[in-house]
């Protein structure tokens, strides 16, 4: 009975914990893209409100005539997506014979790969220029997107190794029984179970990949093949004033990549290793 009696408050802070989670994730998009619609007057307001009181698309017209936005974010989607689907090709193979076999040598493994996390972009910046110059591929969309995939491999293959611990061994065992191949047990038993883990694996390495600033800004020297996030701070003037209207349209388009790919692909993550068991 006092397990029942506090279950509802209980649950309360749960929900009151999350929404206060929310609200502080979405202040900063809200107030973005209150300010993309703000014209010049109202941004220079010593009263800032939150909903523009003459909204605009006039910010969005001079970032465009500003910048070459479409040409960045060209850029960015081509290497935001060949990273993801590169990414995720090397990771998924490498975690299945990783979960599966385990060992001193995989659990060492496993631990390197959580620590390599935690090292600083500065720290690797130099020798891997160098190694990029050496291969000619400094100011290159190959090499940053090489960057991309090493950077997000280690991760990746985490994820996945979760997700690959999480299909049950006597699925595919009960699948040899009955007479299926190694081959055809990975591809009609243990692939569909992990569609959410790869779907996943690979949004993170997208947006990874589609919001990286500092590489892209040490590799690519040439306008022409810099990425949206790089072209960004274009808007910034020589004393560091930032033209805050374009910026934040520009920044408001920027985002909205993420957020769509994460809409279109949000029921197939949360579908869950259980939701593909029953199913199949």
Known sequence: MSALRTSGPARAGQYLALLAYLVFLAFPFLWLVSTAFKPAPELAS???????????????????????????????????????????????????????????????????????????????????????????LVNSGFGLVLVYVVWSLPFAL????????????????????????????????????????????ALFAFVTAWNEFFFALVLLKTPEKQTLPVVLTHFLGAEGVADLGPLAAAAFLATLPSLVVFALLQRRISGGMLAGAVKS
């Open 46 to 136: 010593l009263h800032p409100t939150w909903i523009p009181e003459e909204p605009t698309l006039a910010n969005f017209r001079q970032a465009f005539d500003e910048q070459p936005l479409l040409r960045a974010a060209g850029n960015s989607l081509v290497a935001a997506v060949a990273a993801a689907v590169i990414a995720v090709l090397i990771a998924t193979p490498l975690a299945y014979v990783t979960a599966r076999h385990r060992g001193r040598l995989t659990s060492a493994a496993t631990g390197w790969v959580v620590v390599s996390q935690a090292f600083p972009f500065v720290l690797v910046i130099i020798p891997l220029f160098l190694i990029l110059k050496n291969l000619h």
């Open 158 to 201: 985490w994820m996945l190794m979760g997700y690959v611990r999480a299909v049950p061994a006597e699925l595919e065992e009960a699948a040899a029984v009955d007479g299926a191949g190694r081959l055809r047990t990975l591809v009609s038993v243990t692939a569909p179970l992990l569609a959410p883990g790869i779907v996943a694996t």
